[in-house]
């Protein structure tokens, strides 16, 4: 069974798995270990959350990351570079003889010649299958041992193209750089376009804003600034990674003598380039799963925010978004008992009235103000407050049904600290 599962997770598919599994593996891991334990009330409400649908733009991120980590996952598992000793099935270090046996029973084979020992004769009907001129063409070129190193340490392609322009270690090595490089320099374009401001940011700070619903205006600030700081080290972290890995790869290959392949002495590699080419492949992908997993558009936990005493913390600010949130909906449940009460008596209906009418003047007075009212707008526009209410009714029905509550003695302070916070919220949009 142990065989078994050590001999899948060393193949490519096993190795793919583990590149898909690992970034889920490691956050499990991470809130276990964290203790991020949640009461059954916000594990219930957090499940009831329905999806917040992305903008066209983080959509466009999303699809190219995927496009990006199909194209890599394609060249690893389908495609992969031409080596002629994998072709045929011969190792390395087979003798000349034997590798010219493979490849005349291989173009043999091809061009229905079975049994043919002549390979001059074989030449002359090469033309009508590339394959097979490709077979003979490469057992000209590396009939030496020197050739033969050339070709298994740089790959074929690098091989062919070059030719006899490049005569030692290092002129194929500095052939090959500017390839390797131009596909570190295209991984970089795709990282930086996932995370530019553009794309996640702002569908992340709506999301995360909608995630903590409140009239709280420095959450949504402190939510951009979380977002912008995880967006920044995930480029940073990307920069430094992506320009380790292209110095690596080309330092081995300028180190390499063509003929051991075994850099430092630490790894053999007998086909060096081939080698560095898949390892870069799975490169790519652990980097991109990386960079997802840590700035994409996401949510500030509730287990996160439990667990922060530090007020400075942004998941702390958000913490007394939510039990502010949680203050309006009970302030709404007692609103709607004194309510009924008020209408069931005359004279208290009759104070209710001359009290709303009175609102309604200070209301009209208010509106009258054009500058206030547009500064108003600038700000709901800006903050897009009015999907923020939307969300923040569809949050309280669900706390509501979860049975979230709050401590009836302390329902009072709770009230009047929310409405200065409403007051300190209207001066600050006025002041816009």
Known sequence: MIDTLLAFLSSSWGQLFLVIA???????????????????ASAAAESKVPPFELSSRARLAVA???VAAIWQTAQLVLLGPPN????LGVPRDAPNFVLRNAVRKFVGDRLGMQGARDLATMENRV??????????????QIKTEERRGMYCTFGEETFVSCGDACTDSSDFAMYTAPTIAWEYLM????????????????????????????NALAVL????????????NARKYAAWSLLGGVGTEVLLLLLADGQRNDPFGVLAMPFLYNELWNLRRWFFLVLYAGIWMYARPQTLSSAAIRR??????PAALATLAVNELETVHQRMRVLALVRSAVVSDEALCTRHLKYHRAAALDRQAVEADADYMAGVERVRDRLQ???????????????????????GSALSDEIASSQTSTLHTSARLHAE
């Open 84 to 87: 002629l000793f994998h072709d």
């Open 187 to 214: 991984t970089a374009v795709v990282i930086g376009i996932i995370t530019s401001n553009g794309l996640i940011s702002q569908t992340s700070v709506r999301n995360e804003a909608a995630d903590v619903p409140t």
């Open 22 to 40: 690992a970034p889920y593996v490691v956050r499990f891991v991470k809130v276990k270990l964290g203790g991020g334990q949640r009461s059954d």
């Open 308 to 313: 922060t005493t530090d007020l400075t913390d």
């Open 64 to 66: 190219l990351l995927a």
């Open 221 to 232: 600030a402190v939510v951009e600034q979380e977002q912008q700081r995880r967006r920044d």
């Open 385 to 407: 407050l009015n999907r923020l209410m939307e969300d923040a009714a569809r949050h309280a029905e669900i706390v509501v049904n979860a049975g979230a509550s709050i401590d």
């Open 127 to 140: 033309a009508e299958d590339a394959q097979a001129k490709r077979m003979l063409d490469l057992w000209k």
